[in-house]
């Protein structure tokens, strides 16, 4: 089993800056995807940005240049650099790890959410 605590959401006006942290504990291994996704009331939950413990990094189109993932690989940790935020990225911000499964497959395993509301 695998247990994700984030921290460091809140409230911040626009153009403001947070930044999210997701440790991971249990059995992780060292070949593991993670990354943050959010989702807005009403809307599906999307990708935000992932990294892999090979360096890999991916983002969405509407946070490259505003966000920043790094990782702690040591500490099993992900972190989330968010500036220049606006009202629309408003949202739950969860963390995900992926794991590779022995099948060929992979399990996800997610955090239990961080709101992030931009407001004036």
């Known amino acids: 089993q695998v247990q994700l605590v984030e921290s460091g959401g809140g409230l911040v006006q626009p153009g403001g800056s947070l930044r999210l942290s997701c440790a991971a504990s249990?059995?992780?291994?060292?070949?593991?995807?993670m990354g943050w996704y959010r989702q807005a009331p009403g809307k599906q939950r999307e990708l935000v940005a992932r990294a892999t413990s090979g360096g890999r990094i991916n983002y969405a189109d509407f946070v490259k240049g505003r966000f920043t993932i790094s990782r702690d690989n040591a500490k099993f940790t992900v972190y989330l650099q968010m500036n220049n935020l606006k009202p629309e990225d408003t949202a739950v911000y969860y963390c995900?790890?992926?794991?590779?499964?022995?099948?060929?497959?992979?399990?996800?395993?997610w955090g239990q959410g961080t709101q992030v509301t931009v407001t004036v």
């Open positions: 249990g059995s992780i291994g060292s070949t593991n995807t």
């Open positions: 995900k790890c992926q794991l590779p499964m022995g099948t060929g497959g992979f399990r996800d395993y």
